[in-house]
Nanobody, 115 residues
């Protein structure tokens, strides 16, 4: 059973940066999509950034130019570099890996941004 473990969340001030990491416990083959989502209390989980294995990336409009998704396949790890953080970025961030076999989710990591 593959498990995804996020790290890197925390409390920062407006304008600061954080780098989230997501590492899979085992080797996963046939990955098609790696992504980061976020969820605020009482709201739906929204896509933040998506990376296809061919290299194409997509970002939510609210984070374009500030966030960057990347991967290190040899380490089964994906990253989300978040710069110039704003209070509205505060949420629980979840990593996601999808393929023809289904999908895996991480347990989430809290990001808090003080104004």
């Amino acid at each position: 059973q593959v498990q995804l473990m996020e790290s890197g969340g925390g409390l920062v001030q407006t304008g600061e940066s954080l780098r989230l990491s997501c590492t899979a416990s085992g080797r996963i083959v046939g990955i098609k999509i790696m992504a980061w989502y976020r969820q605020e209390p009482g709201k739906q989980r929204d896509l933040v950034a998506r990376l296809a294995m061919g290299g194409q990336t997509d970002y939510a409009d609210s984070v374009k130019g500030r966030f960057t998704i990347s991967r290190e396949l040899r380490e089964n790890t994906m990253y989300l570099q978040m710069n110039n953080l704003k209070p509205e970025d505060a949420a629980v961030y979840f990593c996601y890996i999808g393929g023809a076999w289904g999908s895996y989710w991480g347990q989430g990591t809290q990001v808090t941004v003080s104004s």
